[in-house]
């Protein structure tokens, strides 16, 4: 039997170890909570990997519709300003579009495809500016590739390099895009990649850019690939002619897969450079984006070259927007990386209104996702409600800051 000096003394220590037990297992839980364990499978094999806590993506992106803007430094200033102010904590700019960069570039200088200088409004440097304003704030900067392989037939570029750009069975070279008409260049010519390494290397390597993004248009419409230099490597490769059918299995994995291996090279290449860089990718739902644009993502995911993914779900019903963020794939992603939904706040002749975007927020948040706005000017500009209003309905979008750290 216990003495009574025993068990008060046993009370006393209890009394001063409770506090200390709870915090304890507070921290315990944290930890585990922060680095969780996803289990994947690649090649047959089972391996676990550990995971940081996965930062959520709250971004935009600024078009070449956006440079009223992004020419002016004191509207940078007042735009990241209330970005940070609404919580937002990543800017996609476009730095390739229509065949030309939007900054001063010795690599488009070189190659003869660049007649004109994208400068701001006093000659000042538009993307070294935003980077700066943007840091200052706390916000990351992801440089955006938005036309990828992707040229109108009227730039320097198709005019100088015919032979870089495929062709349809048919023979002809253009395809209908948002953009307009435009031809693809060749995703499978070395010439092709070194030129778009080079132009992203220059990138990363002349700004101080947290990474870099690639969207649906790092790819190639499923109808291209029957100009002279890919069916000869195509029939040097596999004994075989190009399938009539440009949706043959086989031709469409082939195509795939050479575009996935210049990927793996441009990251490893990004990577070499900038090691810290965020490799990102913004494309459509998989089952389009492989079956209509020979872009299997997912393989680029499984094979560690993806750090981030942004799916671009541009549905006005909310119902097809839920069953199109809710794919398999997505969930896949969003075990291993930082992984969000494109959403779109407007064009300017097709405005949306604020209480779809945020239907789809909502949506998109209750699932664990991030969200990148797509564009800045529609965010409030252009847009069905009073300034005011559009501007308020943000306000609640994001209410805490959730920054993402710079890793330098």
Do not use: C
Request: proline share 6%; aromatic share 14%.
């Amino acid at each position: 039997m216990k003495s009574p000096f025993f068990v008060q003394s046993w009370r006393q220590l209890l009394k001063y170890l409770f506090p200390i037990l709870i915090l304890i297992s507070f921290v315990t839980i944290l930890l585990v909570d922060s680095f969780t364990f996803s289990a994947i499978t690649e090649g047959g094999r089972f391996s676990a990997i550990a995971q940081l806590p996965r930062q959520e993506i709250r971004g935009v992106w600024m078009t070449s519709n956006d440079f009223d803007t992004l020419k002016n430094r004191a509207k940078v200033q007042d735009a990241v300003s209330q970005l940070r102010r609404l919580n937002f904590n990543t800017i996609y700019p476009v730095v390739w579009n229509s065949g030309y960069v939007m900054y001063p570039s010795a690599i488009a200088q070189r190659a003869g495809i660049q007649p004109f200088v994208s400068r701001g409004s006093d000659g000042h440097d538009i993307l070294a500016d935003l980077i700066n304003q943007a840091h200052r704030q706390g916000l990351l900067v992801i440089p955006w590739f938005e036309f990828g392989f992707m040229a109108p037939p009227t730039s320097e570029l198709a005019l100088n390099y015919p032979d870089w750009f495929t062709q349809k069975r048919d023979g002809s070279q253009t395809s209908s895009d948002a953009a307009g008409e435009v031809m693809w260049l060749n995703p499978f010519h070395p010439q092709v990649q070194q030129f778009i390494t080079n132009l992203v290397l220059e990138t990363v390597t002349q700004y101080d850019a947290d990474g870099i993004q690639f969207d649906d248009h790092m790819s190639l419409p499923y109808e291209f690939g029957y100009d002279q230099y890919t069916v000869a490597l195509y029939t040097q490769e596999t004994n075989n002619t190009p399938p009539t059918n440009p949706q043959d299995a086989a031709w469409v994995q082939w195509r795939a897969d050479k575009i996935t291996a210049f990927m793996v090279q441009l990251n490893q290449a990004v990577k070499q450079r900038k090691p810290q860089a965020i490799f990102s990718v913004s494309p459509n739902y998989y089952d389009f984006a492989y079956k209509f644009h020979l872009q299997d993502w997912l393989s680029w995911m499984r094979q560690n070259i993806v750090d981030e993914l942004i799916v671009q779900v541009y549905r006005p019903n909310l119902q097809s927007f839920v069953e199109n963020i809710s794919r398999l794939e997505i969930q896949e992603a969003q075990q291993i990386i930082p992984t969000g939904i494109g959403i779109m706040t407007g064009l300017r002749n097709n405005p949306v209104p604020i209480q779809q975007i945020k239907a789809q927020v909502r949506a998109t948040q209750e699932r664990g996702l991030g969200v990148t706005f797509f564009y800045y000017e529609s965010l409030w500009n252009d847009a069905p409600e009073p300034l005011d209003e559009r501007q308020a309905g943000f306000e609640n979008i994001f209410p805490s800051p959730a920054l993402r750290a710079r890793v330098e």
